[in-house]
């Protein structure tokens, strides 16, 4: 058994509330949400963060990005939304599997 959260929740060991899911990605809510829309969109390939990637990962890298606006669409964020990536512990990561943060609507936090 992986004791990588978020391998755990690909392998279903772990339930999450899952909003999009193909060969290589999977997305669902963030357990503690910090805007009406939060979401976390993973690679199933367990890859750490992005220190750890390299020219291998480069489709499955375009391929989310790509898959990003499609689902906030599908959220109803028509308006635009957030992405976030942290990366190591002096950027904010507290699980170390690869996810990028997807928020939109009320209370959207940081940046304005
Ligand atoms: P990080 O700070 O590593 O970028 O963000 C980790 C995110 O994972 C946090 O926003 C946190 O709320 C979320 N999270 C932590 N554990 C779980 C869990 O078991 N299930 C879900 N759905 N989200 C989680
Ligand atoms: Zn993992």
Redo the contacts with the bound molecule.
Sequence with gaps: MSEC?FCR?VAGE?P??VVFEDEQVLV?????P?AEV?L?AIPKLHVASLNELDTSHDALLAHMMHLLPRIARDQGLENGFRT?I?TGAGG????FHL?M?LLGGDRLPGFE
């Design positions: 959260l929740i772990i999450a509330d669902f809510k963030d357990i503690n910090k939060h976390l976030i942290n904010g990561q507290i699980v996810h943060h």
